[in-house]
């Protein structure tokens, strides 16, 4: 296992770390892994609304129309 020494952070940054680490029960060096795990590891959450943006611009809306069939049933409309 690796070590890491980060120096020159503001004191408000430590307050703030060292009073989340008391909110979790566990020391500020294990909050400081807990946090770099969770901003470097786990993939970011995005809201759907950011999701559905970033998909691109394909077909027109007529490529997308429902099609009814004769006889097909009318389940939500």
């Known amino acids: 296992m690796s070590s890491l020494i980060v120096r020159g ?13 008391i909110r979790h029960g566990r020391s500020a060096e294990a909050e400081h892994r807990a946090l770099l795990a969770e901003a470097l590891l786990q993939p970011r959450r995005r809201p759907l609304a950011e999701v559905l943006a970033a998909m691109p611009d394909v077909g027109e809306d007529a490529d997308f129309a429902r099609v009814r069939e004769h006889g097909a049933a009318r389940v939500f409309d």
């Open 9 to 21: 952070v503001d004191e408000a940054i430590v307050k703030a770390l060292k009073s989340r680490a």
